[in-house]
């Protein structure tokens, strides 16, 4: 199972990066949305899938799941739903200001 | 006694909450918030004795014992860097009104300015690798609101980069946190310590250490990672920028001192040189990007990047001069870069442009001005008797203890060419032929007044060296022994 969710990650990872190459700002935004799902598949992987109990307030319970890769999914989880829809925003603004969502464009020079 | 360390998140925190309600009385406003500001400077002064004297204090918020709940740890190292951000703050909120519209003002601005102070504060904090990660959230999320603050065309063009960059470098943040946990098996950067120096693996630790240290390097602008930054930093308003220049990148280097002297020196002959390395490099290609910039807020923003340069180095070179040449180049640069910032500002504002080949002769009508400029100057480049010398002879000698010559000839030169971008700033700003333009004298002493009392600091942290030297010392010292951290939060601390 472990297998199986770190390729999954790891070809979210490979789709994110190839998005936020690309020229058009809707894209890199999909980019950013998918690589944080990348990293949270990642650490929800990383303290083990599947290890039997709850991680419950009971004496003398063996092999339950841990809890803090959890409570930092969520943590993280969070906070990147709140930077994107900034970033939505924020790209929504940029581009009717500038008139353009094509990053080659919106390189800018020294003087302005 | 242990809930002080609460304090230099709480004081910020509450300030922002308690000024976003005031944001429509704007005078009302800036009075609380210089107030705010003073007590602020005032409180972290008091603690930081208060640690110097009875030793550090930590928090165990929730009454979670160490390592299972989330600690916050003052030592002398984040007090100090606390502090030192302090002053940062009230000087900006005393040079404000001057430069930030009315609009603007009542638009939140102080409330932001108080958050990404809370960020930065909790990331200098905190004991534990996560939490460091949350923080550096809240202030980038205040960081955000800060760069569009006003909206213009070229503010959205360049915030976009800033936003996608820093939001990329936090995920891989997340992925190098959850790689650790999966190698050590916790987060909390004492028993990370512990368990790293006790650690069988060290090629994965090394691995993982290079994967976050990419991520600091680019939240801290290190080579090859700082393309991002000049640009973005100026096209805020002045104040923002001393805020940005001043605390961001040196949150990505204190992150880099505290992890790598703590947890990740299980090889240190392969991050010793990818310090080493990167640190020179940064140096030089930063002072080339100063040198080929026009425009006076570009060469400050340019100018940050060298220094960050050295205290790569002096990290790589770890031994007791380095890391206090460190820590000194840290706490000095964070309040010179705040002030060249400000004057930066304050020259655009009084020649109506930024670019440097059309200013001139502004010495006769800003004197007072231009000399604080060329002094700031001399501090970058590290002229005796100010404060950037200081820092930088503890890195030539620590350097020099370590056999790196290559590295001192690097720093030397690097200093040079900053006093040349610098002094030539100066020259075409200051001195030949050019309309003088006038200005309305007392708006411009408003401007000077809080770079002034940066520029105050500078100095003494020149000239007084003998009064800090032996604290910074300490630390380096302490952060060469990592035991004394683990014990510090494991074991006592209470």
Known sequence: MEIIMIVLAGILFGFAVYNILQKRLLRIIIGTALLSHAAHLFILTMGKLKRGAAPVLVDGTENYTDPLPQALILTSIVISFGVTSLLLVLAYRAVKTNGTDNMEELRGNDHD | ?494
């Open chain 2, 1 to 494: 006694m242990t809930n002080f360390a609460i304090l230099p998140i709480l004081i910020p925190f509450l300030a922002g909450i308690i000024l976003a309600f005031t944001h429509n009385r704007i005078l009302l406003t800036r009075r609380l918030a210089a107030l705010f500001a003073l007590v602020h400077l005032i409180t972290m002064g008091f603690l930081l004795y208060k640690v110097l004297i009875d030793g550090s204090i930590v928090l165990e918020a929730g009454d979670w014992i160490a390592p299972y709940g989330i600690i916050l740890v003052l030592d002398p190292l984040s007090t100090l860097l606390v502090l030192t951000t302090s002053i940062i703050l009230l000087a900006v909120v005393w040079y404000a009104p001057s430069s930030v519209s009315e609009e603007q003002e009542s638009f939140y601005f102080y409330t932001f300015v108080f958050l990404l102070v809370t960020g930065v504060s909790g990331a200098f904090v905190t004991g534990d690798l996560f939490n460091l990660f949350v923080f550096f959230e809240v202030l980038l999320m205040a960081s955000y609101a800060l760069i569009t603050h006003g909206g213009k065309k070229v503010q959205l063009r360049e915030s976009i980069k800033y936003v996608l960059i820093n939001l990329f470098s936090s995920m891989l943040f997340v992925t190098a946190v959850s790689y650790i946990y999966a190698v050590l098996g916790t987060v909390n950067m004492a028993q990370l310590a512990e368990r790293a120096a006790a650690s069988d693996q060290p090629g994965i630790i090394t691995t993982v250490a290079i994967l976050l240290f990419f991520v600091f390097a680019t939240k801290g602008a290190a080579f090859p990672l700082y393309y991002w930054m000049p640009h973005s930093y100026i096209v805020p308003n002045p104040v923002v920028s001393a805020l940005f220049g001043a605390l961001l990148t040196k949150v990505g280097v204190y992150s880099l001192l505290r992890t790598f002297t703590l947890i990740f020196h299980q090889q240190p002959e392969i991050i010793d040189q990818l310090f080493i390395w990167v640190g020179n490099l940064t140096m030089l290609l930063g002072v080339i990007g100063a040198l080929a910039s026009r425009n006076i807020k570009l060469i400050v923003a340019y100018n940050i990047i060298p220094a960050i340069g050295f205290m790569l180095v002096g990290i790589g070179i770890f031994n007791h001069d380095g890391l206090s040449g460190s820590i000194y180049y840290l706490l000095q640069d964070m309040i010179v870069k705040a002030a060249l910032f400000l004057l930066a500002g304050t020259i655009a504002a009084a020649a109506g442009t930024s670019d440097i080949n059309k200013m001139g002769g502004m010495i006769r009508s800003h004197p007072v001005l231009g000399w604080m400029f060329f002094v700031a100057g001399l501090v970058l480049a590290g002229v005796p008797p100010f404060s950037g010398f200081i820092g930088k002879l503890l890195l030539v000698r620590g350097a020099f203890e370590k056999g790196e010559a290559v590295t001192v000839i690097i720093m030397l030169l690097t200093s040079l060419l900053i006093l040349l971008s610098i002094v030539r700033a100066f020259i075409r700003i200051f001195w030949g032929e050019g309309e003088a333009i006038k200005q309305q004298k007392r708006h411009n002493a408003r401007r000077l007044l809080p770079a002034g009392f940066l520029m105050l600091f500078t100095v003494f942290l020149g000239v007084g060296a003998e009064a800090i030297l032996p604290t910074v010392q300490q630390i380096a010292d302490y952060l060469l022994n990592p035991q004394a951290y683990i014990d510090l939060v494991l074991k006592g601390g209470r």
